[in-house]
């Protein structure tokens, strides 16, 4: 099969390599039909997170099934199929919360270097009742895609931001723009979107967001005269992005974090 293949930093390529077998009696190999291309894959183009060898590219994927393992139960050869960007082993405690990240066995990212990547023709899923999803009728490929990763990503950040009913919640990073909208949906009456991006900022207000270039955790304590945001999603990933919203949360307001941020420790104030 093909698969997008990346070197070391700054150098991709298309790579011919064996086809991936069966990941057990629960797993399944999906022909990929579209593959989406994320910002960590960015990070690691630029060399954020070394590879030793080469590694195929990808987590977020939309396919068919040509294979099913046995113990299969939900999804089967010839179904049109989502992929989880995250995987679990299914049956820990952390698995029944239905989040592959809270995993016991450490949750697994496709196109990291332990699974395969969806940059490519096949795409090996283990534990496939818990990672793969039929698609609906009426959902496009192209909105599927974003249920992998994007939108899942947003609406999650918005689930751990402990937003409560006409709240305040400060988005930082308007890249992850589901993120502000799933803040809305759960029941935020203020969002502020906070970006460097001229043009994100001019999408925001759009629909209802009140854009804030960054660094924005003065002009956020003026808004909230004070008080500081009820919670903050920092979907960016620096030590200037976690700064800015630990400065702009209200004392026991909640920060969550979907940015992916580098290796190094960061000094958090107490």
Same mark, same amino acid.
């Given at each position: 099969?093909?698969?997008?293949? /990346?070197? =070391? @930093? %700054?150098?991709?390529?298309?790579?011919?390599?064996?086809?991936? #077998?069966? +990941?057990?009696? &629960?797993?399944? *190999?999906?022909?990929?039909?579209?593959?989406?291309?994320?910002?960590?894959?960015?990070?690691?183009?630029?060399?954020?997170?070394?590879?030793?060898?080469?590694?195929?590219?990808?987590?977020?994927?939309?396919?068919?099934?040509?294979?099913?393992?046995?113990?299969?139960?939900?999804?089967?050869?010839?179904?049109?199929?989502?992929?989880?960007?995250?995987?679990?082993?299914?049956?820990?405690?952390?698995?029944?919360?239905?989040?592959?990240?809270?995993?016991?066995?450490?949750?697994? /990212?496709? =196109? @990291? %270097?332990?699974?395969?990547?969806?940059?490519?023709?096949?795409? #090996?899923? +283990?534990?496939? &009742?818990?990672? *793969?999803?039929?698609?609906?009728?009426?959902?496009?490929?192209?909105?599927?895609?974003?249920?992998?990763?994007?939108?899942?990503?947003?609406?999650?950040?918005?689930?751990?931001?402990?937003?409560?009913?006409?709240?305040?919640?400060?988005?930082?990073?308007?890249?992850?723009?589901?993120?502000?909208?799933?803040?809305?949906?759960?029941?935020?009456?203020?969002?502020?979107?906070?970006?460097?991006?001229?043009?994100?900022?001019?999408?925001?207000?759009?629909?209802?967001?009140?854009? /804030?270039?960054?660094?924005?955790?003065?002009?956020?304590?003026?808004?909230?005269?004070?008080?500081?945001?009820?919670?903050?999603?920092?979907?960016?990933?620096?030590?200037?992005?976690?700064?800015?919203?630990?400065?702009?949360?209200?004392?026991?307001?909640?920060?969550?974090?979907?940015?992916?941020?580098?290796?190094?420790?960061?000094?958090?104030?107490?």
């Amino acid at each position: 099969m093909r698969a997008v293949v /990346i070197d =070391g @930093a %700054g150098s991709v390529r298309v790579n011919t390599q064996p086809d991936p #077998a069966l +990941p057990g009696p &629960d797993g399944v *190999v999906v022909a990929v039909t579209a593959a989406g291309i994320c910002g960590s894959d960015l990070h690691f183009y630029e060399g954020e997170y070394p590879f030793t060898e080469p590694v195929a590219l990808g987590h977020e994927a939309v396919g068919t099934i040509v294979e099913a393992g046995p113990q299969v139960r939900t999804v089967g050869v010839g179904d049109l199929v989502m992929v989880s960007s995250v995987a679990g082993c299914g049956v820990c405690p952390g698995c029944e919360t239905h989040d592959p990240v809270m995993c016991f066995s450490g949750p697994m /990212i496709f =196109g @990291a %270097g332990v699974l395969g990547g969806a940059q490519a023709d096949l795409l #090996a899923v +283990p534990a496939a &009742d818990f990672q *793969v999803l039929k698609i609906p009728e009426g959902i496009t490929t192209e909105q599927a895609l974003l249920l992998t990763d994007n939108l899942a990503t947003g609406w999650a950040a918005a689930q751990g931001a402990d937003i409560s009913f006409g709240s305040a919640v400060a988005v930082i990073g308007r890249g992850r723009g589901s993120a502000a909208r799933s803040a809305f949906i759960h029941g935020a009456a203020t969002v502020f979107a906070v970006d460097r991006v001229k043009g994100r900022l001019q999408r925001a207000a759009t629909w209802g967001a009140t854009p /804030i270039p960054s660094p924005a955790a003065e002009t956020i304590l003026a808004a909230t005269r004070g008080r500081g945001a009820d919670s903050v999603i920092d979907a960016v990933g620096t030590d200037a992005s976690m700064s800015d919203a630990l400065n702009a949360v209200r004392p026991g307001g909640t920060v969550s974090v979907v940015g992916v941020h580098d290796l190094q420790p960061f000094p958090c104030p107490h």
